[in-house]
């Protein structure tokens, strides 16, 4: 440690710190606009000049290192008249426009102005212009005059983001911040330049002039898209959600947002929202009160339970719906004498767990780890913010392995890829336990000849103090997905690696904690869509673009007697449901999620419920009272939690990624060609489907079909080219795309899309022929 006097404190901050952070140890305000916690030192405003003793002209505190018995004088005459100096030339060439400026009222340039700046400026030449620049739907440059050039989006976007999507050209006076040759900014981690920015030169393209800063208010809440449950600052005007900003939090979300979670409250006030409940009577929709509907869907209930057996109900769900909602759904199922509820829409295989699956560490253990072998993951847009965490691992010197179909682009340095399709991903990781196995001298859990990728896994996931072994989103999702768990935990103990599920939705812990799957010998739900049900209670699902094989799906709800949507939007439930009952989003509702962690976190809506929409948990209540079923008399949200969830002390007992299921022989792979099916970011789920900044971007382009070298080769296709893809009696036409990073034998089309809904499993077997 070295100790220096700060304006006549004694500090200790360790070897190599700057001024700039023992200043932040000792609470004093240093004024700055480049310096960032998070992002490399740049020195380039020079805002953060103090007084070191001895030094001839005062230094920039964010890139003076730190010396033993230095002195630092932050308030001297000296270091406020270097910063007022700085602020002059800063504010030389910037407009005057900060009445109609987005930022006005929570700007940096404006707050240190009040304080460093004159009230007139000497400055009497030709203020400099730079040209606004058009970067995609989310980020607005139209201002780009007001950039003081502190670089902070440039180094975000090559340090945190892994894309430098935004760079400086020219120089002096001529310099500006642009994109290269015009291209838009496309990072899924973009939103983060707006917070960034201390001025008004990068806003959001959604919000622009829909609100001041200061006529917001604003209210806590959880991200409800995937597992890493981000926290957020909701942004309120007139009952309206204006914007989202992250809520700092280091062990979650550190202080990044994804685009996703930061843009889709687009969709909480988007024309499809369903906003009273409707009857479908003589074939056309109808409004009708709350008590009409309920009163429908009980007596339908006891009608069909009367008729076919409590056995012919079915409830299905997402795990983007709050513990609240999933406990009362699961509640009222079991006390109608079914167990037929699953959440696992888009799973292929459905083994009994000892416990709830999880990522088996904390999050911020992601950024420290040694080793990480990520099996079945298209991990850059299934979990941004756990990407840019391993993303910052690897800058560290992590090594990071792969395991999957695609050798998709993680922005980070992968040590070795093993590429197989999904039919041989078992015996891929049987190759790995076998090296594993031949370096310890041990039984290997399965026969196999480990190739060199194989071996040099093993290896690495041998060596090295903090390890992981990761099963993702598509790993869940296959059809030997416990096979793959079971290798995947035989790997971890024999190399003493954490291990764990990554996670699909924001509450998928959730879920399974309180019992949103079958308990006892209930139908999970790719046994309810295969062989159809009388009623289906479908909630937040869109089972034709949420279900593993959605034509399967769309076809067994379209043939039910009785389906009751519970649902916030307008959705292709008008074609086949019986009820529509408007429920919630995550922003009218209080509620609970539980992310991949095990982390509890529970909220509050920030907004009233539009139109007659009410909180899910209150039309489960509520209905579970008309159908006469004991316990569902609860006043508030947190009684129904305290009653989901337990002890929570007694939580982490609950959670666990051992398995029973014996480590098989792998299955025989595939001969014809497979299909490999990634949701794009944009498509997972109904609030992003909904969100028209969203959809306007690069990641929600319209799907392709992408085709490995030698098959593309094969079918004479030229860039350009469509293919028709068929799955069963279904065929979509596809624009096709070469894609030399895929497995051979595979072709990729992404699922959870309209034009390719009517295709069948995600897993399944596809032909393709030149269109």
Not at 482 to 494: R, S
Not at 717 to 739: F, K, W
Request: with cysteine; hydrophobic share 45%.
């Amino acid at each position: 440690m070295v100790e220096i006097e700060l304006d006549g404190q004694k500090v200790s901050v360790p070897e190599g710190s700057m001024v700039m952070h023992a200043a932040d140890k000792a609470g004093a305000y240093i004024p700055h606009f480049c310096y960032h916690k998070k992002l490399s030192i740049a020195a380039n405003c020079r805002m953060c000049l103090v007084d070191v003793e001895k030094a001839p002209k005062p230094m920039p505190a964010c890139a003076t290192p730190v010396t033993q018995g230095m002195i630092v004088r932050t308030k001297s005459d000296k270091a406020v008249k270097a910063q007022q100096g700085v602020m002059e030339f800063l504010l030389i060439n910037h407009p005057l426009d900060c009445p109609i400026c987005d930022q006005g009222g929570e700007c940096q340039l404006q707050d240190l102005a009040v304080g460093y700046g004159k009230s007139a400026s000497r400055y009497e030449e030709e203020k400099r212009v730079v040209f606004h620049k058009e970067v995609g739907p989310l980020l607005s440059l139209e201002e780009m005059t007001r950039c003081i050039h502190c670089t902070r989006c440039v180094r975000f976007g090559q340090e945190v983001a892994g894309q430098m999507e935004l760079g400086m050209i020219h120089r002096g006076e001529h310099s500006e911040i642009t994109t290269f040759i015009g291209n838009t900014v496309d990072s899924e981690l973009s939103g983060n330049m707006i917070d960034l920015c201390p001025v008004g030169a990068i806003t959001s393209k959604p919000f622009r002039y829909s609100a001041r800063t200061w006529e917001l208010s604003r209210r806590k809440s959880v991200s409800p898209h995937d597992s890493t449950g981000a926290n957020l600052i909701v942004q309120v005007k007139g009952g309206e959600v204006k914007r989202v900003v992250p809520l700092e939090n280091e062990a979650v979300n550190e202080c990044w947002l994804a685009d996703r979670d930061r843009f889709s409250y687009e969709a909480l006030n988007s024309e499809e929202r369903l906003t009273t409940p409707m009857l479908k009577q003589g074939g056309q929709w109808v409004p009708v009160d709350w008590t009409q509907a309920l009163e429908y869907v009980a007596n339908g209930l006891k009608q069909i339970k009367a008729e076919h057996g409590a056995q012919q109900i079915g409830a299905l769900a997402t795990a983007h719906g709050t513990v609240e909602e999933l406990h009362l759904l699961a509640k009222l199922v079991r006390g109608l004498g079914s167990d037929n509820i699953d959440h696992r829409l888009r799973h292929a295989s459905f083994e009994a767990a000892d416990g709830a699956r999880w990522l088996g560490m904390p999050i911020a253990t992601l950024s420290t780890l040694d080793r990480a072998f990520v099996i079945g993951s298209f991990l850059r847009k299934d979990h941004p913010l756990f990407a840019q965490r391993l993303r910052y691992a690897a800058k560290r010197g992590a090594q990071v392995h792969s395991l999957h179909a695609v050798a998709d682009d993680w922005l980070l340095p992968v040590a070795q890829r093993l590429l197989a399709a999904p039919s041989r991903w078992v015996g891929a990781l049987a190759e790995v336990a076998a090296a594993v196995a031949a370096s310890k001298g041990i039984a290997a859990p399965l026969a196999a000849d480990p190739g060199a990728a194989a071996q040099a896994i093993a290896a690495s996931l041998l060596s090295g103090q903090n390890k992981a072994v990761l099963l993702g989103n598509a790993a869940a999702q296959h059809p030997q997905a416990e096979q793959l768990l079971a290798l995947g935990q035989w790997i971890a103990e024999q190399t003493g690696a954490g291990w764990g599920y990554l996670g699909e939705a924001a509450n998928s812990v959730g879920a399974q904690l309180v019992g949103a799957q079958p308990k006892q010998g209930g139908l999970n739900a790719a046994q309810m869509l295969a062989k159809p049900l009388k009623a289906y209670l479908l909630l937040n699902a869109e089972p034709e673009l949420d279900a593993a094989d959605p034509s399967q799906a769309a076809s067994a709800v379209a043939g039910a007697e009785m389906v009751v949507a519970m649902t916030a939007f307008k959705t292709r439930a008008l074609d086949y449901a019986d009820v529509l009952l408007p429920i919630a989003p995550f922003a009218e509702t209080s509620g609970t999620f539980v992310n991949a962690e095990g982390r509890v976190q529970s909220f509050h809506g920030v907004v009233k419920p539009r139109g007659e929409t009410r909180p899910a948990w209150k039309v489960l209540r509520v209905l579970g009272g008309l159908l006469g079923l004991q316990g569902f008399a609860q006043e508030s949200s947190e009684e129904v939690k305290a009653e989901a969830l337990g002890d929570l002390s007694a939580l982490p007992g609950k959670l666990g990624n051992r398995t029973q299921a014996a480590v098989a022989a792998a299955p025989a792979a595939s001969e014809g060609l497979e299909r490999v099916a990634d949701v794009p970011i944009y498509s997972a789920d109904a609030l992003v489907r909904r969100a028209p900044s969203l959809q306007l971007t690069a990641d929600a382009r319209p799907p392709v079909a992408s085709l490995p070298p030698a098959l593309w080769q094969s079918l004479g296709l030229a860039e350009g080219a469509q293919v028709s893809v068929s799955q069963g009696e279904a065929r979509v036409v596809l624009a096709a795309r070469l894609d030399a990073g895929l497995a051979a034998n595979t072709v990729r089309v992404p699922a959870g899309h309209p034009l390719t809904a009517s295709l069948g499993a995600m897993f399944g077997a596809v032909r393709v022929e030149k269109a």
